[in-house]
């Protein structure tokens, strides 16, 4: 049913769950791999960003108390 739901307000919303949503990272000059601010997210890393914060919020707006209270703290829809 959610598969439904998160396919009919967008398509990417489902591959998001499916595929995950990591974060953009860069590589510093001494060579060490860090997190992207999203200031600096290219058109496509925005994008993928957004799609997986309205997959979160379907997900928060459609569970009942018990399932938000198990799954609030992960940060990417994957997780949960």
């Known amino acids: 049913m959610m598969q439904i739901f998160l396919e009919y ?3 990417e ?4 769950i ?3 949503s990591t974060h953009p990272t860069k ?3 001494d060579g060490e791999v860090y997190l ?3 200031s600096e997210y290219d ?4 994008k993928r960003y957004d ?3 309205n997959a979160m919020i379907a997900f928060f707006y459609t569970l009942n108390h018990v399932e938000f209270t198990r799954v609030k703290n992960y ?3 994957f997780e949960i």
């Open 13 to 16: 919303l489902w591959d998001i």
């Open 27 to 29: 590589i510093s000059l």
């Open 75 to 77: 940060k990417i829809v």
């Open 51 to 53: 799609y997986n914060a």
């Open 9 to 11: 307000i967008d398509n």
């Open 18 to 20: 499916e595929s995950g």
């Open 36 to 38: 992207k601010p999203i």
């Open 43 to 46: 058109d496509k890393e925005k």
